[in-house]
């Protein structure tokens, strides 16, 4: 079983950056995909950015593709998202996920291809 911890979020003006963090704990992740997906108040869950088990490939929503960045640190057992150029309609609860598949050759977009998921962590943009 694995065990996410999201960190980072918080509140910042519109065009500013933050970087969330998403640790993993109880068992390593490197041999799976991760997600990052918002869930802002009255909408749907959705999928953000996600980055291969082997960190070869990214994806990204349009919504944020060129403002976010995902990466991963396979020794420390974190995967990253810089988030630059915030808006506020960025406003959400960020959480990470595991893909349960391991070593998928392809970064995968639905909830239900994702197991494990963190608490999530809010993040807020003003105007």
């Known amino acids: 079983q694995v065990q996410l911890v999201e960190s980072g979020g918080g509140l910042v003006q519109a065009g500013g950056s933050l970087r969330l963090s998403c640790a993993a704990s109880?068992?390593?992740?490197?041999?799976?995909?991760v997600g990052w997906f918002r869930q802002a108040p009255g909408k749907e869950r959705e999928f953000v950015s996600g980055?291969?088990?082997?960190?070869?490939?990214?994806y990204y929503a349009d919504s944020v593709k060129g403002r976010f960045t995902i990466s991963r640190n396979s020794a420390k057992n974190t995967v990253y998202l810089q988030m630059n150029s915030l808006k506020p309609e960025d406003t959400a609860v960020y959480y990470c996920a595991t893909d349960r598949s391991p070593r998928r050759p392809a970064v995968v977009t639905t909830i239900s291809s994702y197991e494990y998921w963190g608490q999530g962590t809010q993040v807020t943009v003003s105007s």
């Open positions: 109880g068992r390593t992740f490197s041999n799976y995909a």
């Open positions: 980055i291969k088990w082997s960190a070869t490939g990214t």
